[in-house]
Every structure is written in C-alpha cells, then in structure tokens.
C-alpha cells in the first residue's frame, strides 16, 4: 500500500457499483467537514449536527448546479469508525451521480482511499485491535450463517479478549522473572510452583483451546473443494443440480455433455463448499473433450474432497476401479446413482464390488437419499468432530493461528525451563517469544508489511 500522509483526508464510494435504492460516499479526514460544507445544501439551513441525517442536496460549487438529493450524515471525531472527522453523502446509487459526488469530494482536497485505509485508520487511531480489523474482512467474506456467527463474534472482541487475558498472565510471570534475574540468588523463591501453574491454567491451555477452535474453522471460514467426477452419462451433472437446488448443469442422456468445468457453491451444515462438476472421463473423442478431461484430472489432485459417481442401472464394472486407481483417489467418496432402477440384490453387488468402501445409494435426478451423500460428505470433512468448541466463542483465522503455533511453543519451552530448573534470563527469551507472538496478532508487534497485505484485502471504501 502507497504511503500517504496521515492527515491526508480520503474518500471513496462504499456500496457496491451498480444501480440501486442507495449509494453511499465516505469521507475521513480533518477536512471532512470543510468539504462537506461546499459542496451540501441543507433543506433548512444550519450548522450540521453530529450523528444526525440532514436532508439537503449535494451542488457543485463552481456553478450551483444541483447534483443529487441526499442525506448527509457528519460524524464528529473521535466518535466515528476512524476516529477522525467523517462525512457519509447518501445519494442515488448510480454510477454516474455517485462517480460525480466523488470527484466533487476529491477536487475539493481530499484523496482516494486505499483498499481498507478506512479500516486501517481505525485500527492506526486505536479504535479497534488488528484482530477486530480481520473480522471486519470476515464479516464482508462470510458465505454461510457460521461464518457470519464466527466473523461476529471476533468483532465483537472474541478472540481480543481471550488474547489480552493470556497476555495479562505472561506479563505478570515475566514481572516475576526480571526480579529474579535481578536477585538470582533469590531465583527459586521467587518463580515458585504459583507461577509455573498460572502459566499452564491462564496460558497453555488457553491458547491449545485457541489453536484448536482455529484448526477446526478454518473449514466454515475457507470452505472445501468438492469434485464430483465419473465416467460419462453417470448422473455428475444431476446431482451437481441437485445439491445447489437448481438447474445449473446441462443434462442429457448424450455422453459428453459436460466439456468444461462447472461451478457452483452450496452451504452443507455451515461449511461452504465449492463444488465442480467434471467432463465424463474416458478415451477422448475429440480434442475439446480431451482438453475438458485433462482439467477434470487436474481438479482432482487438488480437491479436498471427491464424489465418484457410478452407474446403478448397469452391473458393476471394472472400470470404476481402474478409475479409482488410474487417477490416484485414495478413498473417494461413492456414490451408486439412478438407485429407482436399482433393486436390492443389485445393492448388495454394489456393496460387495466396492468393499471395503461403502457406497451411498442415490437417485440425483429424484432427489432420493441425498441427504444420505450430504452427511456423509460432511462426516469426512470434519473427521467426525464437532466444528464448534463450546468453550471457546471465538476462531482465530489462519494468520493468527501461524503466530498462536509459535507463542504456544515458547510457553511450552518457558514450561519446561521451569520444571528442569533453567535459569531466569534463558526463560525470559522464550517468554518474550510467546509476547511477541500475540503482540503480533493483535497488532502491537506486527511489521508494516504484514498490516498492509492484511487490509489490502478489503474492498475500497471500507
């Protein structure tokens, strides 16, 4: 992210491009205000209030001209979500109208905003820590009702508070430990059995519950990759529709008919999945086949998980085996299709063809047993473990977890260094690791370049 002056003031459109009932222009900065009062005119003329809407229009200083009917919102600092001076101009969400306010705004002194420089301000103003700023992200990235309760609750501080008691315990135990590099003779009386378990109950464990809420959803946050994948005329694309509820794929009884990959996404029990409906594998036929299969085979290594479809109306065949092995699936997950032609002695061939896999049964285009597949599915994505700690009413995301890793090592080797006895300086440098670690995550040791990668993420305008 270019670096600008701190007391430049920015602006950018924060809604969505398109049209619609609202757009809305933001403006941060000490001369928010300022410019606000050039280019509004208020219905009833008068000084703007903080956090009140004040109906008016929005003109162009150079000539008067009327530009939109709006509301304005001015938010006085530090009350506001950069703790600065903040102007909202909402106006009709058209490209046009809101791209000409805009242009109004910046003609007038300020700038455009950077991706996130909003929400780095209030995080650079001390308005909310590096972790609350991540959930924002979350908050805007969020593709299923968990992933909303998760972003939620890091806004709300979460994982901060959970951080800042751990951190409060650490410095009381390196309090104890400067003493005692202070007065060495004095060591072992003064870093005592107290300080050993205040380490193992306010901060190990804490931050293992911590580690292990971040393993676990890390799955609701990113979501997995699904592919289904066959030979062709299986029933790959009917139950690619059936799973997102819609007719997405083209179906037919021609073999061949999917040549590219299709995408889609649905929501299985809070975890977003990404799903690919693949081109029927099989010697080609054509060079466009050809190129569909080799980015099937390519969408396979990389899936997180695989939905090998076979044909329940025929006998079972070699070939779904020789599929299996061909492209290197440890155990995919079987799905037998067209189960109204099947009867059940043919099951059971199917189950004895396929042990010791057990195959779900399905008919995609009925729509019977399905959710037989989706639990199944979400059994294998989540190893059969809950995805929520009840203990623990937060999740860290990926970054954060890669530094709770390191600050749990240093306190398991500050552990150590106390039950084996090691002197008080060698134990303060792990002790210092493990502060620095959650000082990163919060954002009071984080480099420069990390906090620019972080909100260069967000969209313009938030």
Request: proline residues 4%; charged residues 30%.
């Given at each position: 992210?270019p670096?600008?002056?701190?007391?430049?003031?920015?602006a950018?459109?924060?809604?969505?491009?398109?049209?619609?009932?609202?757009?809305?222009?933001?403006?941060?900065?000490?001369?928010?205000?300022?410019?606000?009062?050039?280019?509004?005119?208020?219905?009833?003329?008068?000084?703007?209030?903080?956090?009140?809407?004040?109906?008016?229009?929005?003109?162009?200083?150079?000539?008067?001209?009327?530009?939109?009917?709006?509301?304005?919102?001015?938010?006085?600092?530090?009350?506001?979500?950069?703790?600065?001076?903040?102007?909202?101009?909402?106006?009709?969400?058209g490209?046009?109208?809101?791209?000409?306010?805009?242009?109004?705004?910046?003609?007038?002194?300020?700038?455009?905003?950077?991706?996130?420089?909003?929400?780095?301000?209030?995080?650079?103003?001390?308005?909310?820590?590096?972790?609350?700023?991540?959930?924002?992200?979350?908050?805007?990235?969020?593709?299923?009702?968990?992933?909303?309760?998760?972003?939620?609750?890091?806004?709300q501080?979460?994982?901060?508070?959970r951080?800042?008691?751990i951190?409060?315990?650490?410095?009381?135990?390196?309090?104890?430990?400067?003493?005692?590099?202070d007065?060495?003779?004095?060591?072992?009386?003064?870093?005592?059995?107290?300080?050993?378990?205040s380490?193992?109950?306010?901060?190990?464990?804490?931050?293992?519950?911590?580690?292990?809420?971040?393993?676990?959803?890390?799955?609701?946050?990113?979501?997995?990759?699904?592919?289904?994948?066959?030979?062709p005329?299986?029933?790959?694309?009917s139950?690619?529709?059936?799973?997102?509820?819609?007719?997405?794929?083209?179906?037919?009884?021609?073999?061949?008919?999917?040549?590219?990959?299709?995408?889609?996404?649905?929501?299985?029990n809070?975890?977003?999945?990404?799903?690919?409906?693949?081109?029927?594998?099989?010697?080609?036929?054509d060079p466009?086949e050809?190129?569909?299969?080799?980015?099937?085979?390519?969408?396979?290594?990389?899936a997180?998980?695989?939905?090998?479809?076979?044909?329940g109306?025929?006998?079972?065949?070699?070939?779904?085996?020789?599929?299996?092995?061909?492209?290197?699936?440890?155990?995919?997950?079987?799905?037998?299709?067209?189960?109204?032609?099947?009867?059940?002695?043919?099951?059971?061939?199917?189950?004895?063809?396929?042990?010791?896999?057990?195959?779900?049964?399905?008919?995609?285009?009925?729509?019977?047993?399905?959710?037989?597949?989706?639990?199944?599915?979400?059994?294998?994505?989540?190893?059969g473990?809950?995805?929520?700690?009840?203990?623990?009413?937060?999740?860290?995301?990926?970054?954060?977890?890669?530094?709770?890793e390191?600050?749990?090592?240093?306190?398991?080797?500050?552990?150590?260094?106390f039950?084996?006895?090691?002197?008080?300086?060698?134990?303060?440098?792990?002790?210092?690791?493990?502060?620095?670690a959650?000082?990163?995550?919060?954002?009071?040791?984080?480099?420069?370049?990390?906090?620019?990668?972080?909100?260069?993420?967000?969209?313009?305008?938030?």
């Open positions: 992210m670096r600008y002056g701190e007391d430049d003031t920015i950018a459109i924060a809604t969505p491009p398109g049209a619609g009932g609202i757009g809305i222009i933001r403006v941060s900065g000490r001369e928010a205000r300022r410019i606000a009062a050039e280019i509004f005119r208020p219905a009833k003329p008068g000084q703007l209030e903080s956090h009140r809407l004040t109906y008016g229009h929005i003109v162009d200083p150079a000539d008067g001209r009327v530009i939109d009917e709006v509301m304005l919102c001015y938010m006085r600092a530090p009350n506001s979500y950069t703790r600065e001076d903040v102007v909202e101009i909402q106006a009709h969400a490209s046009v109208v809101l791209q000409t306010i805009l242009s109004l705004v910046t003609g007038l002194g300020a700038r455009l905003a950077e991706p996130g420089e909003f929400t780095k301000r209030a995080f650079l103003n001390g308005r909310i820590d590096l972790t609350r700023a991540e959930a924002v992200l979350d908050l805007l990235n969020a593709r299923t009702r968990n992933g909303l309760d998760i972003a939620v609750s890091n806004l501080g979460g994982v901060s508070r951080l800042h008691a951190r409060d315990a650490l410095i009381s135990i390196r309090a104890a430990i400067e003493v005692a590099i007065f060495p003779e004095d060591e072992e009386e003064i870093i005592g059995r107290d300080h050993a378990a380490l193992g109950e306010e901060v190990i464990k804490p931050l293992e519950r911590l580690v292990a809420a971040a393993r676990r959803g890390s799955i609701v946050r990113d979501g997995v990759e699904l592919v289904i994948c066959g030979r005329n299986v029933g790959k694309s139950l690619l529709n059936a799973l997102v509820g819609r007719e997405r794929a083209i179906v037919t009884s021609v073999a061949g008919t999917t040549r590219d990959l299709i995408e889609e996404s649905f929501d299985l809070g975890v977003p999945v990404r799903i690919t409906d693949t081109a029927g594998i099989r010697e080609h036929r466009v050809e190129i569909g299969i080799r980015m099937a085979r390519e969408r396979l290594r990389q997180d998980q695989v939905v090998l479809v076979v044909d109306s025929q006998e079972p065949d070699r070939a779904d085996l020789d599929f299996i092995a061909e492209n290197g699936l440890d155990d995919p997950l079987i799905a037998v299709n067209k189960l109204d032609r099947m009867d059940g002695r043919k099951q059971e061939r199917f189950r004895g063809f396929f042990s010791p896999r057990i195959p779900v049964f399905i008919s995609a285009r009925e729509g019977t047993r399905l959710e037989e597949l989706t639990d199944a599915l979400y059994r294998r994505i989540t190893g473990r809950e995805l929520w700690d009840p203990g623990c009413d937060c999740v860290p995301n990926l970054r954060q977890l890669a530094a709770l390191r600050g749990l090592d240093a306190a398991r080797r500050v552990d150590a260094g039950a084996q006895g090691a002197p008080a300086d060698l134990v303060a440098v792990d002790l210092q690791e493990a502060l620095d959650i000082g990163e995550i919060t954002g009071e040791t984080t480099a420069e370049d990390i906090l620019d990668r972080i909100f260069s993420e967000f969209c313009i305008g938030k």
